[in-house]
């Protein structure tokens, strides 16, 4: 398994790129960052490029309602060459909250605009000219709409010397076979290696048996905290997960469409999903929180001594996991990524 792990712009541009450096040396294979509505992911990995040597570079998520396919393809073949060939797309839809309340865009046909968005980016990668006719989106504009005067274009620059890896962050069934028949990879999130069979074994199947021979297998990038040994580091990262986990289980999503919470329910803590978000929205956050089970932060984190991590590892590792993600907890995080780094490999 590849070592991943996280990383964010705070507006110091020499902390990033000093941070980068050390997951760097310390045996970070990946480093990746998500986009909200803060700094764009986007800049921060072209200058991450000029930083690091060996780092692939992945967004995690870029959304597709925030930019055209086109756009979305020449971003990615932009940083690929600054990067001499170390960049990752990663794409998502993020949720309608984010993209009507930030972008102003109608949250419309996730799963459409997502496969167009593959498809068009693999299109201008190719160097020919791009035509496409999908669900969401169509190039040129058909007869009728605009002026007129579209015309298929190509990349007018030197195309990518390679097929640039396409990750797609999904949890819902239709959208997570989607990325098994489409994608290079699979970014999944709040992951269960123990549980992974029943909640996404059918859909990863449906998916592959429509793969293309043409494709590679699918990678999967899942992980979660660590926190090595039984002190207090070990019950502040449970603690942080826990206040996460509920955010996300409570509060990402209206009452009867929160995707975190249906996927909780996938894992079997169904009146547990429901007690927490009750509890969110009717203000009690801290109840909330605490009635995250214990069992989900057992199964979902890498903690406790070495020899009980070692033996979740072997988990992720059979469930077919290539790129552990990790957020290293306590004072010495570099200390902790190079452990896990010679007991993954």
Not at 155 to 176: H, L, Q, T, Y
Not at 188 to 212: C, M, N, T, Y
Not at 253 to 270: C, I, M, S, T
Request: hydrophobic content about 40%; some cysteine.
């Amino acid at each position: 398994m590849k070592l991943s792990t996280t990383i964010s712009f705070n507006g110091d541009p020499k902390k990033l790129a000093k941070k980068a450096q050390d997951l760097e040396a310390a045996g970070i294979d990946m480093v990746w960052g998500g986009e909200i509505y803060g700094y764009d992911l986007v800049s921060t990995l072209a200058y991450l490029a000029g930083q690091t040597t060996t780092l692939e570079l992945m967004t995690g998520i870029l959304p597709v309602y925030s930019r055209t396919p086109a756009l979305i393809a020449q971003t990615a073949a932009t940083i690929d060459a600054l990067s001499d060939g170390r960049f990752i797309l990663g794409l998502g839809t993020s949720g309608a909250q984010v993209i009507e309340g930030w972008h102003g865009v109608p949250f419309e046909k996730p799963l459409g605009r997502t496969r167009d968005t593959i498809d068009i980016c693999r299109k201008v990668w190719s160097g020919d000219k791009v035509t496409h006719e999908g669900r969401a989106f169509s190039l040129p504009l058909p007869e009728g709409q605009g002026t007129g005067l579209g015309k298929p274009l190509k990349f007018m620059d030197k195309r990518p010397e390679r097929d640039i890896p396409i990750v797609i962050a999904s949890i819902g069934p239709k959208n997570v076979e989607m990325t098994a028949e489409l994608a290079n990879g699979w970014q999944p999130i709040h992951f269960v290696p123990d549980r992974f069979e029943q909640v996404w074994g059918d859909a990863l199947a449906a998916g592959k048996a429509k793969r293309s021979a043409d494709l590679p297998p699918l990678e999967i990038i899942a992980g979660g905290v660590v926190a090595l040994g039984d002190g207090p580091d070990v019950q502040e990262a449970r603690e942080a997960a826990r206040g996460q986990i509920g955010f996300y289980v409570g509060g990402m999503g209206a009452k009867n469409k929160n995707y975190y919470n249906d996927l909780f329910k996938r894992y079997g803590w169904v009146e547990e999903a429901e007690k927490v978000q009750d509890l969110f929205l009717s203000g009690k956050r801290a109840e909330a929180m605490a009635a995250i089970p214990e069992e989900y932060l057992d199964l979902s984190m890498l903690t406790g001594d070495e020899a009980t991590v070692r033996e979740r590892l072997a988990v992720y590792k059979e469930v077919g996991i290539t790129h552990l993600n990790i957020s290293p907890a306590g004072d010495n995080p570099l200390d902790t990524i190079e452990k896990i780094k010679a007991w993954v490999e």
